[in-house]
C-alpha cells in the first residue's frame, strides 16, 4: 500500500498570505489528523477528520481550518499568515477516527517570511 | 488533561549497548500508549503500541516497551543499540474513553556512538 503524501513538501510565503495544505491518506483510512510540529512546541494537534466531519479539534486561532472530501483526501487552509506559523505540518490517517495507530505523511514545511 | 512527559533531551549510547528512552504519562482512566520515531526531514513512523494485555510490548525494528501502571511509565528499550536508532523519539499518550485526541511527548533525540 501507499503510504500518506503530502504535497507540497515545501513552502516559502509571506506574512498576510494563506496557504493550503493536501494530504492523502492510506487507502482504505478515513481519518485525517493534523499537527504543527515546532521545536518550541513540540508536535500539537490541530484537528482531525473522519467521513468528511470534523470530530475533534486542538488549541488553535479559526485561521486554521480544513476539510475532508468523499476520497478520504484531506486540506489543511492557514488564511493570514504569521511568522509564528513556520512550522513541519504533519498529516496522520488510521483506519478509525481517534484511530489507535496513525501512519504520517512526510510533512510539508512551511515558511513564513 | 492528559499529559507525557520525556525527561531526557538526548540520550546517547554506545553501539551494541543497551538503550532506554524515558517517558511517564498522565490519563484519566486507562491510557493507549504509543512511540513512534522520527528521521531526520520525514514523518513519524510508528514503533509499537500498548492498548491491554502483556506489559512488555515488541515493536518494529528490535524496539520494546514496558508499561507499568503502577508508575505510570512507558520506557522505550532495546537490547542492542545500532548506529541507524539514531533519531527522535516520540511517546504518545491517548485516553481509552472521552477525547481521542492523542498527546505526544517533546521528543527524545536518541545518539547512538559507534
Same mark, same amino acid.
Given at each position: 500500500k501507499a503510504g500518506v503524501t503530502q504535497t507540497p513538501r515545501y513552502l516559502i510565503k509571506t506574512r498576510g498570505q494563506q496557504v493550503t495544505l493536501s494530504c492523502s491518506p492510506i487507502s482504505g483510512h478515513r481519518s485525517v489528523s493534523w499537527y504543527q510540529q515546532t521545536p518550541g512546541q513540540g508536535l500539537q494537534f490541530l484537528f482531525e477528520y473522519f467521513s468528511e466531519t470534523q470530530r475533534n479539534k486542538g488549541n488553535f486561532p479559526g485561521r486554521f481550518s480544513g476539510r475532508q472530501f468523499s476520497n478520504s483526501r484531506s486540506e489543511m487552509n492557514v488564511s493570514t @499568515?504569521? @511568522?509564528?506559523?513556520?512550522a513541519l505540518y504533519l498529516c496522520a490517517s488510521s483506519s478509525k477516527t481517534g484511530g489507535e495507530t496513525q501512519y504520517f505523511g512526510p510533512g510539508t514545511r512551511l515558511l513564513v517570511l | 488533561a492528559q499529559s507525557v512527559a520525556q525527561p531526557e533531551d538526548q540520550v546517547n549510547v554506545a553501539e551494541g549497548n543497551p538503550l532506554t528512552v524515558k517517558c511517564t504519562y498522565s490519563v484519566s482512566g486507562n491510557p493507549y500508549l504509543f512511540w513512534y520515531v522520527q528521521y531526520p526531514n520525514r514523518g513519524l513512523q510508528f514503533l509499537l503500541k500498548y492498548i491491554t494485555g502483556d506489559n512488555l510490548v515488541k515493536g518494529s525494528y528490535g524496539f520494546e516497551a514496558e508499561f507499568n501502571k503502577s508508575q505510570t511509565s512507558f520506557h522505550l528499550k532495546k537490547p542492542s543499540a545500532l548506529v541507524s536508532d539514531s533519531a527522535l523519539y516520540f511517546c504518545a499518550v491517548r485516553a481509552t474513553g472521552g477525547s481521542y485526541i492523542p498527546t505526544f511527548g517533546r521528543g527524545t533525540s536518541l545518539i547512538v556512538h559507534p
Open positions: @499568515l504569521e @511568522l509564528g506559523d513556520s | -
